[in-house]
């Protein structure tokens, strides 16, 4: 009881700090002219989001940052802090994927590339390139659960296997949720829900440490959506989404219990998988849809839903599928 009290204190903290510097934060962009670009096939009434400050990312990424980077310093010099040197990794991985992402962002609001950002072949090789170091810190030095499935009682081995199936893992699930970042406040409710499913996971399996991340970046991530609601004020971005995307595969991977993000993360399967059916649909039809626009939330949108609609549905569905991965990963 003692270690859920401290872990929701920690949100809370999070959430008051993130909520607090948004405001500077938001004059910055401004400043720097640093708004959203919508795509011209988009629902027309997206153009009211035209100019939006983006890289909102850095709003949740920094306080997370700072207090588990503070509770660690902390933990160097002998006093108990609650935090310990397994979140060092979700912290790296969070750091690397947001450099990655703030560029790209950069690239398509200010660079050469505007409206369209790095060339998706690049970025792609990037996010590759990290998972792979990822995936051999977790089974080589970190020694993480390989596996477990449900009803079973035992760790699945997977061996050498383990490295590039956790680098695809952590490479999906980051376009995942970049995919799924689309409508006012959407990426943020459907991402805290899930990473909140895999912290309390987490707290069962006593990983404390990693729990009380999670628990932080649930917080700030509230932090984040006090402005990224309808209508939102700001917008995470490349920069917030593909950092997202990669520490809730990574926290999952931890766990062993990586199959629940096939269940807990349906809503960023859904639009992934929506945008991948659509693709190979134009090209093997030679020219025609088959949703009226992916990824699916624009679908929705297109067939009369409104976007509180679109996204109220998919979080209520992202947050019963969050309940039942935890009572599954209990089995």
Not at 309 to 331: C, D, E, H, P, Y
């Amino acid at each position: 009881m003692r270690q859920i009290a401290l872990s929701l204190s920690l949100a809370g903290l999070a959430f008051v700090m993130t909520a607090i510097w948004g405001g500077p934060l938001l004059r910055i962009l401004r400043h720097y002219k640093i708004g959203k670009i919508i795509r011209v096939e988009e629902p027309g009434h997206h153009s009211v989001k035209m100019g939006t400050p983006t890289m909102g990312g850095v709003l949740f990424i920094l306080p997370v940052l700072l207090f588990n980077g503070v509770l660690n310093a902390v933990a160097l010099i002998g006093v108990d802090s609650g935090t310990g040197s397994s979140v060092l990794l979700p912290m790296l991985v969070m750091i690397a994927y947001a450099i990655l992402g703030a560029v790209d962002d950069w690239e398509g609001i200010h660079g050469k590339r505007k409206g369209d950002g790095m060339r998706a072949r690049t970025k792609f090789m990037a996010q590759v390139v990290l998972a792979l170091g990822t995936a051999y810190v977790l089974k080589y030095m970190m020694n993480v659960p390989d596996l477990y499935v449900p009803g079973l009682y035992f760790e699945i081995e997977l061996g050498a296997w383990y490295v590039p199936i956790a680098a695809f893992i952590i490479v999906a699930e980051s376009n995942a949720i970049n995919f799924t970042d689309g409508l006012d406040g959407l990426a943020g409710l459907i991402a805290a829900t899930a990473i909140a499913a895999f912290g309390g996971i987490a707290l069962m399996q006593e990983q404390i440490f990693l729990a009380r991340f999670c628990f932080i970046l649930v917080g700030a991530l509230f932090g984040f959506l006090w402005f990224n609601v309808h209508p939102a004020e700001l917008f995470m971005g490349d920069t917030g989404s593909l950092p997202l995307g990669a520490v809730l595969a990574v926290v999952a991977l931890m766990t062993g219990q990586w199959p629940m993000l096939l269940i807990i993360g349906i809503i960023p399967l859904a639009e992934m998988v929506s945008d991948v059916i659509q693709i190979l649909y134009f090209k093997w039809t030679k020219g025609k849809r088959f949703f009226k626009m992916a990824p699916i939330h624009l679908h929705f949108e297109l067939i009369g839903w409104s976007e509180m609609q679109v996204v109220q549905r998919f979080w209520l569905i992202g947050l019963m599928a969050a309940l039942i991965g935890i009572g599954l990963s209990q089995v």
